[in-house]
């Protein structure tokens, strides 16, 4: 199918710079680099990459702006949010058309994914009414104890290719209401979607005459993202990518002694014991592996079976993989569009070249598809593998359509196998065995920041925290009290008497 470039949707021109501090336009310094579609091929634009000097400017003005926000009080902050919901509701469409060119997702998801943007707003303006801290009692008579939550100042959100706005948004919506100023430095593989979004935004911030430098865009690469977790004006740095990534941007704000929330790589399994309904089961995996090409943080990349309906989970899933269609993302009959870039098919080959390597038997998949609708180079075929467990490459995540087929004989087996990995991000079991499921759950089950019982390991809800354990970071993002990583407590006592005691019962007489 033809596609038309989706940029014109929102009247942006181009080359696009690299900068935006939300009300005067766009600026950068840096060289121009063309952004490539995955679906076909073609050329998005052209985008200017940021300089170091562009970086001090947009804290500049950030700091600036800071200053303003913090005095408006919480209730008028979520009702800014409320009208940035409201314009990505309008542009619900366009920016999720957008997404699924640039990144390669299909467009339910790409719709699905602006859908989290706003439903994070939503969330956020209850939460403006809701920052809430605690009384206690003091052991001081005539004494009250308190503890209250402030804005931190500037917050340095760094997210994926993957979910080009979504992620963002958890950080930025609730961080504003917070009180705080956002810097956002997107994945240099999609800068259109988010130079999309802070096009949206422009509208709300100029209709409420809100100071320039409140929530700030910066594109550039590797360089920019260092020296923005470097910067020790960044009070918070919430970064979002692989397990690399994020041990180099955690050791750069420990030396300053930052703040730092991480969200990191997720080597996700499913247990399907005997008891598992498999009409539910099999359509979870194939989605968990399958969605977004694999390409999820919690993407299912390990299928834990037990060893007496191995066969048939396998003749199932088998059968269901030969039914996926893929091809253009913008087409909604297709199932599964292209991976990000030919750098990620060249890991999907390698990674499946090493699992025969390492006794690992293909199943079905192993193709990069070629051909007119496939000319971009960038479409494979989802891949079953089934292996043993103790191979080296199971250990390892794989951003791609591979599934690892394993198997065991016991419950305690199955949790040992699937906790045995470096990530602790998303889990899940499929059985109808009440002390199954609730063994999966207590603390002798899954060692991850997320366990379901019969639905996936992919997607989460915006009310839940969302974060993982162990090389996943151990960050928590969007929902229940996630917002205090985006504030800094502080421990309050007031006395009201005409005496001065002392904590602990001290005397202290002069």
Same mark, same amino acid.
């Given at each position: 199918?033809?596609?038309? #470039?989706?940029?014109?949707?929102?009247?942006?021109?181009?080359?696009? !710079?690299?900068?935006?501090?939300? $009300?005067?336009?766009?600026?950068?310094?840096?060289?121009?680099?063309?952004?490539?579609?995955?679906?076909?091929?073609?050329?998005?634009?052209?985008?200017?990459?940021?300089?170091?000097?562009?970086? #001090?400017?947009?804290?500049?003005?950030?700091?600036?702006?800071?200053?303003?926000?913090?005095?408006?009080?919480?209730?008028?902050?979520?009702?800014?949010?409320?009208?940035?919901?409201?314009?990505?509701?309008?542009?619900?469409?366009?920016?999720?058309?957008?997404?699924?060119?640039?990144?390669?997702? @299909?467009?339910?998801?790409?719709?699905?994914?602006?859908?989290?943007?706003?439903?994070?707003?939503?969330?956020?303006?209850?939460?403006?009414?809701?920052?809430?801290?605690?009384?206690?009692?003091?052991? $001081?008579?005539?004494?009250?104890?308190?503890?209250?939550?402030?804005?931190?100042?500037?917050?340095?959100?760094? +997210?994926?290719?993957?979910?080009?706005?979504?992620?963002?948004?958890?950080?930025?919506?609730?961080?504003?209401?917070?009180?705080?100023?956002?810097?956002?430095?997107?994945?240099?593989?999609?800068?259109?979607?988010?130079?999309?979004?802070?096009?949206?935004?422009?509208?709300?911030?100029?209709?409420?005459?809100?100071?320039?430098?409140?929530?700030?865009?910066?594109?550039?690469?590797?360089?920019?993202?260092?020296?923005?977790?470097?910067?020790?004006?960044?009070?918070?740095?919430?970064?979002?990518?692989?397990? *690399?990534?994020?041990?180099?941007?955690?050791?750069?704000?420990?030396?300053?002694?930052?703040?730092?929330?991480?969200?990191?790589? &997720?080597?996700?399994?499913?247990? %399907?014991?005997?008891?598992?309904?498999?009409?539910?089961?099999?359509?979870?995996?194939?989605?968990? !592996?399958?969605?977004?090409?694999?390409?999820?943080?919690?993407?299912?990349?390990?299928?834990?079976? /037990?060893?007496?309906?191995?066969?048939?989970?396998?003749?199932?899933?088998?059968?269901?993989?030969?039914?996926?269609?893929?091809? @253009?993302?913008?087409? %909604?009959?297709?199932?599964?569009?292209?991976?990000?870039?030919?750098?990620?098919?060249?890991?999907?080959?390698?990674?499946?070249?090493?699992?025969?390597?390492?006794?690992?038997?293909?199943?079905?998949?192993?193709?990069?598809?070629?051909?007119?609708?496939?000319?971009?180079?960038?479409?494979? $075929?989802?891949?079953?593998?089934?292996?043993?467990? /103790?191979?080296?490459? *199971?250990?390892?995540?794989?951003?791609?359509?591979?599934?690892?087929?394993?198997?065991?004989?016991?419950?305690?087996?199955?949790?040992?196998?699937?906790?045995?990995?470096?990530?602790?991000?998303?889990?899940? %079991?499929?059985?109808? #065995?009440?002390?199954?499921?609730?063994?999966?759950? @207590?603390?002798?089950?899954?060692?991850?920041?997320?366990?379901?019982?019969?639905?996936?390991?992919?997607?989460?809800?915006?009310?839940?925290?969302?974060? &993982?354990?162990?090389?996943?970071?151990?960050?928590?993002?969007?929902?229940?009290? +996630?917002?205090? !990583?985006?504030?800094?407590?502080?421990?309050?006592?007031?006395?009201?008497?005409?005496?001065?005691?002392?904590?602990?019962?001290?005397?202290?007489?002069?």
């Amino acid at each position: 199918m033809k596609t038309v #470039n989706p940029l014109h949707r929102f009247s942006l021109r181009s080359p696009y !710079a690299s900068v935006s501090t939300g $009300r005067k336009g766009w600026r950068g310094e840096g060289d121009s680099r063309a952004i490539v579609s995955p679906v076909d091929g073609g050329k998005l634009g052209e985008v200017k990459v940021a300089t170091s000097i562009d970086l #001090n400017k947009v804290i500049q003005s950030a700091r600036i702006a800071s200053k303003i926000w913090m005095d408006k009080p919480a209730p008028e902050r979520g009702d800014i949010v409320r009208q940035i919901g409201n314009a990505f509701r309008n542009h619900k469409e366009d920016l999720g058309y957008l997404i699924s060119y640039e990144m390669g997702k @299909s467009l339910q998801e790409s719709w699905g994914e602006v859908q989290e943007v706003i439903d994070i707003c939503d969330f956020a303006v209850g939460l403006s009414r809701q920052l809430y801290g605690l009384t206690m009692h003091s052991e $001081r008579a005539d004494h009250r104890m308190y503890e209250q939550w402030h804005p931190l100042g500037l917050v340095g959100i760094i +997210s994926a290719f993957n979910f080009p706005v979504a992620v963002w948004a958890w950080n930025a919506m609730i961080s504003l209401v917070c009180g705080n100023v956002c810097i956002w430095k997107p994945s240099e593989k999609t800068p259109f979607s988010a130079l999309a979004c802070q096009h949206i935004i422009q509208e709300v911030l100029e209709d409420n005459d809100l100071p320039e430098g409140l929530i700030n865009l910066i594109i550039g690469d590797r360089r920019i993202g260092a020296a923005l977790a470097s910067n020790p004006a960044i009070d918070l740095i919430s970064a979002t990518g692989s397990t *690399v990534m994020g041990k180099q941007v955690a050791q750069s704000v420990a030396a300053r002694l930052g703040k730092s929330l991480l969200e990191l790589g &997720g080597n996700n399994a499913i247990i %399907i014991t005997p008891d598992a309904d498999l009409q539910l089961a099999i359509p979870a995996i194939v989605f968990g !592996a399958v969605g977004t090409s694999g390409q999820r943080c919690t993407s299912t990349r390990r299928l834990i079976i /037990h060893k007496d309906i191995y066969p048939t989970v396998v003749e199932k899933l088998i059968t269901a993989y030969h039914q996926i269609k893929i091809g @253009s993302p913008l087409d %909604i009959n297709n199932h599964m569009g292209p991976l990000i870039d030919v750098h990620a098919v060249e890991k999907y080959k390698s990674a499946i070249h090493q699992a025969q390597l390492q006794k690992g038997k293909v199943l079905t998949g192993n193709e990069v598809l070629s051909g007119h609708e496939y000319h971009s180079g960038c479409y494979v $075929r989802p891949t079953l593998i089934q292996i043993p467990s /103790h191979a080296p490459i *199971v250990q390892e995540e794989t951003f791609a359509p591979i599934l690892y087929l394993l198997t065991y004989h016991s419950l305690e087996e199955a949790i040992e196998i699937q906790n045995e990995v470096k990530q602790g991000l998303s889990s899940a %079991i499929f059985t109808l #065995n009440m002390r199954e499921a609730e063994t999966f759950l @207590s603390h002798r089950g899954s060692d991850c920041g997320i366990a379901n019982v019969n639905i996936g390991t992919s997607g989460a809800e915006i009310g839940g925290a969302f974060g &993982g354990e162990k090389e996943t970071g151990g960050g928590r993002e969007s929902g229940s009290d +996630s917002w205090k !990583a985006y504030m800094r407590r502080q421990t309050c006592t007031s006395n009201w008497s005409k005496k001065l005691p002392l904590a602990q019962g001290i005397k202290f007489n002069l």
